[in-house]
């Protein structure tokens, strides 16, 4: 690997590197990138007949057009003039493929389909194939998101969503003070107060993102463009993700304080599995279906629910209701009910059941419930603010008059 | 097959064949001249990959308040058994329902969304992007209704294209897919009402077999009704289903009248009655009488359309009637032979006497019945 260049990018506050190395170099990367982070693994089902052209084209030593990494961690600011390439090599594990995927990609199958035939000629070929990289160093992940979506713009497209999952996997691994999340396989041991779905976090961080509580992953032109209109007005030093969901937290953690652990049923036969204590505190809801959470903190750890503070707190930051993340969280120290914690809840579980009896849409509708639930919950104009009774029935007239 | 699929790095391709794949848990569609591109649409319940295509049947409806969680066993009437199952294509893959883990619902769901993936009349031109997923919701408008009939259990009551079905469909407000949204019939809170206090099941009742007049009325329910935006033209559509009921019995009448008359033709005194007879039952106001009163039976509330006719007379200057063969006839006459007549503040009342025509025409149709003796002549 070579240092051709490096500069200096004034809009994300990082550096950009140009470097050239050998296509046996980089597979080896790739290999380490693509292990590291499923979401980059996904892959653009390509045409064999495009497929094979890029094979010939590599195999005749074509120049393929830079590819974009980045490296997102801790440590890139301290990296002197001279050692850049020694950092890449030593942190490839931790590099994202920012633009270039497909190529990466057809570029490891051409690899293996040759050691399958053993056709070292055409391997060797391949392996001292010379190829340029960009990567970016000391770059935060808002950053990154929106050099993504620049690069991505007019090419294979990715939707915002899918670039948020790519970016933000790492936290799966690393937990947030007390906060962990947890694969959508494993689901089932999100148990505890503390523990979120990944997929659930990612939605309510993208719907924060996109000023939006409906599940967008479909990629258009407009909706890239939209996206980086938004990310622009985002502080780029702030580590959005992280204040994202542990702010979030700590409202679960303060509506579940409130409730006093208070576990709703549907009907007035306690469910299976539910513990001794739990049945002690068992409240009949008398609604037909199964209640949308069984606690406040089942209620909260869906997406649905995350997806609405998410669109409802950005909404409220446009209109310049709340400044940051540290508003809504000093917010939170401050929330009651004016009815009992446990009947606020009851009152949001038949609203929510009421939802699900009449929408088109469940998901989509509950989601548009939950954001006016916090925008009322969050804004210091509203009668409900800091009031989880009152925001569950003015959220519910405020979803009526738009949806009736 | 001339289903098209958009992909993004090939462009459109022809699609060729629909498979289930259990280990990803996804249906596969072939595209391609040799199904040589794949798309996976992910499907994560029961699958009931033995069950037969041809055993299946799907029609797509637009209904404006059908909800997700609103999943209803459908019953038949002239087989009176559960025949199939009607929802939305939302319901289909969602488990916020009653019927989510209902084994029966779910063999149903599996077929349905074999077939609609399979016939090809998509509602959305679904884009295959980098990494995205995949559902039946990028073919099909969620919000859609699909009613899914088990062939086997409907035997020959009911054909292919479910015309039979459409009128009982259309009192609950289910308006089959075709018309464009600007040109759009609206279903009125009489049918949505009638749907939402249905109770958990749906009994379907096809169209008497006395109507005689399949191919009309299904192109009346399938084409001219959903796309007869105004109240004004879907009153002309009702009446024409009206006229060919009275149609049918003057038919009647007529055959059985002749067939007195040949015995008595050169009896002066015998056969004048039955040619002033013949001559009465060529007058419509009559044949309307005899339709609500002799050929669709008594069972029929019809006090709702009584009153909003007779409201929309009272608007227009014109005394109330009786009953609502009169009052729909006199209705008729005014929007027929003297529109201008009806003032515009009449037509909000015109209104309400279509939403009401929505629930009764489709009613007439499925209780005509040919009297054994005709009426009078007996």
Known sequence: ?404 | MAAQIFFEDVGTQQLTSVSFDPEAKAFALHAGLNGEYVCRISYSFLAFVDDKMEDGLVELFMHPTHAESDVRPVELSSVNKTVGWLCTIGALTSNQHEHADSPHFRRAAFMAIRLLLANGRYTRVPRLNHGAEITIADFYDDELSVLILHRPSIGTNISPACAEVLPSLHQYGFVPLGAPASARMEVGKVATDMFANLGKRICLFPISRDVNFEDFTSQVFRQLLPSAPTPLLRFFIYYQLIETLLARIFSDRQSATIMKMVPVKDNPVKIHPLIKKLQEDATEKKRMNLLFNNYCGTGTNMCDLLSASNELLKECGTDEKETVAEALYEVRNIIFHDLRRIPESAMLRLKVVVEQMEYVVPELLIKFRIPTATPELA
């Open chain 1, 1 to 404: 690997m070579r240092l051709l260049s490096t500069l200096p990018d004034g809009r994300i506050n990082a550096k950009n590197l140009l470097v050239e190395i050998s296509a046996r170099e980089y597979l080896a990367i790739a290999k380490d990138i693509l292990a590291n982070n499923e979401f980059q693994r996904r892959r653009v089902r390509s045409s064999p007949t495009l497929y094979s052209l890029l094979k010939e084209d590599l195999l005749r030593g074509c120049v393929i057009p830079p590819i974009v990494l980045a490296f997102g961690g801790d440590g890139a600011a301290d990296v002197q003039a001279g050692e850049e390439v020694t950092f890449i090599q030593s942190h490839a594990r931790e590099l994202l493929i920012l633009d270039g995927l497909q190529r990466t990609s057809s570029m490891l199958d051409l690899e293996t389909e040759l050691l399958a035939k053993n056709d070292t000629d055409s391997l060797n070929k391949l392996y001292n194939h010379t190829l340029r990289l960009e990567v970016y160093i000391g770059i935060n992940r808002l950053g990154v998101l929106y050099r993504m979506l620049t690069l991505n713009t007019g090419q294979t497209p990715m939707s915002l969503r899918q670039q948020v999952e790519i970016l933000y996997l790492d936290y799966v691994r690393i937990p947030i003070g007390n906060i962990r999340l947890v694969r959508e396989v494993e689901e089932a041991a999100i148990d505890e107060i503390g523990k979120y779905s990944f997929k659930a976090v990612i939605d309510g961080f993208n719907s924060y993102l996109e000023r939006n509580e409906l599940p967008i992953d479909r990629y258009d032109l407009l909706e890239s463009v939209k996206s980086l209109e938004k990310l622009s007005k985002e502080n780029e030093q702030a580590n959005l993700f992280k204040d994202f969901i542990e702010t979030y937290h700590l409202f679960v953690v303060k509506v579940n304080e409130l409730s006093g652990g208070q576990v709703f049923s549907a009907s007035s036969l306690p469910e299976d599995g539910h513990l001794l204590d739990d049945i002690a505190r068992l409240s009949f809801l008398d609604i037909s279906g199964q209640p949308f959470g069984v606690d406040a903190r089942r209620i909260f750890s869906k997406e649905q629910a995350m997806a609405g503070f998410g669109a409802a707190i950005s909404k409220l930051r446009d209109f310049e209701k709340v400044a940051s993340f540290d508003d809504i969280k000093e917010s939170i120290t401050h929330i009651v009910a004016a009815t009992t914690p446990a009947d606020a809840l009851a009152s949001l579980l038949k609203r929510l059941e009421a939802i699900r009896l009449s929408s088109k849409k469940i998901g989509n509708a509950q989601r548009l419930y939950f954001h006016f639930y916090f925008r009322e919950l969050f804004n210091p104009e509203s009668d409900a603010y800091h009031d989880i009774s009152l925001a569950a029935d003015a959220a519910y007239r405020k979803y009526e008059s738009q949806t009736m």
